[in-house]
């Protein structure tokens, strides 16, 4: 297993500004995950973050709008730039298990609010 | 048609009775099959994980992959006040992709 400490927990924010997630896993991971979850929807992948590689974008976003820097093996961040309120969402931050990529682990979640 | 269909309407039980969640899919790709289960204000945490056909049971926790059907469950026996939380399921073909329902909230009345 793994721990994931993903700050803020939770931030309401102005349209048009910027917010950085940030998440910290207490072990080296290759890839970390980062999704959406909004609402009454099923959970969404944003970008596959690998350290030394630009992100992998899933199709419906994009790298202008969702930045994200993966600097070493236990840390990434995504940015949710110049927002508006459809931004307003829980942002998640996971990684999978050893051996077994389909076992994700996951922070406690981003509960961004966009006024 | 969405891959993985999962109605998300909530479920009350008294305790003591047993969850039954499904989903249904339509990716006949998929391999690894998954539950996870969220509380309130917490990120998803793996609950059951299944590869192929089958079975799976793990305390009172039963998971259930009939791949001909295109249809698992989950089955939640002598539920508790502790069970209450959302229910998600998720698969993929194995390849570091997961498509998950939309979660099932689960509400267990003392």
């Known amino acids: 297993s793994a721990v994931i400490s993903q700050k803020p927990s939770r931030d309401i924010c102005q349209r048009g500004t910027s917010l950085t997630i940030q998440c910290q896993v207490d072990s080296q991971v290759t890839m970390m995950f980062w999704y959406r979850q909004q609402p009454g929807q099923s959970l969404t992948l944003i970008a596959t973050?690998?350290?030394?590689?630009?992100?992998?974008?899933e199709s419906g976003f994009v790298i202008d709008k969702f930045p994200i820097s993966r600097p070493n093996l236990t840390f990434s961040t995504l940015t949710v730039s110049n927002m508006s309120p459809e931004d307003s969402s829980i942002y998640l931050c996971?990684?999978?298990?050893?051996?077994?990529?389909?076992?994700?682990?996951f922070g406690s979640g981003t509960q961004l609010s966009v006024l | 048609q969405k891959e993985v269909e999962q109605d998300p309407g909530p479920l009350s039980v008294p305790e003591g009775a047993i969850v039954s969640l499904n989903c249904t899919y339509s990716n006949s790709a998929f391999q690894y099959f998954m539950w996870y289960r969220q509380y309130s204000r917490k990120g998803p945490e793996l609950l059951m994980y299944?590869?192929?056909?089958g079975n799976k049971e793990d305390g009172r926790f039963t998971a259930q992959v009939d791949k001909s059907s295109k249809y698992i469950s989950l089955f939640i026996r002598d539920s508790q006040p502790s069970d209450s939380a959302t229910y998600l399921c998720?698969?993929?073909?194995?390849?570091?992709?997961?498509?998950f329902g939309k979660g099932n909230q689960v509400v267990v009345i003392p």
């Open positions: 973050a690998n350290q030394g590689s630009e992100a992998t974008y």
């Open positions: 996971s990684v999978a298990g050893t051996g077994a990529n389909e076992k994700l682990f």
């Open positions: 299944t590869y192929s056909s």
């Open positions: 998720a698969m993929s073909e194995g390849n570091n992709r997961l498509a």
